[in-house]
């Protein structure tokens, strides 16, 4: 199983970005598929998840969109008002054995992605 993002890059605060998150090698129809982020100073953190309804993190509720493709088994993240907060490596990330209280740790899930570097300049 593979899983590649697409998406990331520079962006001025304000301003909008939408990564994508294709996965090779099996499906995940009932499960999650998910984001999460990560900066030299702070931990992994969740960012949003799609299984059957959409999770975020209250940091991006409001400002991100989680939506998914099971034709394509791709996962998108549409981030708007993006803040120079937001800068982080994304991760891709799915599984099929977490429940609704798990979906947000990292732990759930057993297929991540390289990455990919979002900075937003203030």
């Known amino acids: 199983v593979q899983l590649q993002a697409f998406g990331g890059g520079l962006v001025q605060a304000g301003g909008s970005l939408r990564l994508s998150c294709a996965a090779s090698g099996r499906t995940f129809r009932n499960g999650a598929m998910g984001w999460f982020r990560q900066t030299p100073e702070k931990e992994r953190e969740f960012v949003a998840a799609?299984?059957?309804?959409?999770y975020y993190a209250a940091s991006v509720k409001g400002r991100f969109t989680i939506s998914r493709d099971n034709a394509k088994n791709t996962v998108y993240l549409q981030m708007n008002s993006l803040q120079p907060e937001d800068t982080a490596v994304y991760f891709c990330?799915?599984?099929?054995?977490?429940?609704?209280?798990?979906?947000?740790?990292?732990?759930?899930?057993?297929?991540w992605g390289p990455g990919t570097l979002v900075t937003v300049s203030s």
């Open positions: 799609f299984r059957w309804y959409e």
């Open positions: 990330a799915a599984g099929d054995r977490m429940i609704a209280s798990t979906i947000k740790e990292g732990t759930a899930y057993d297929y």
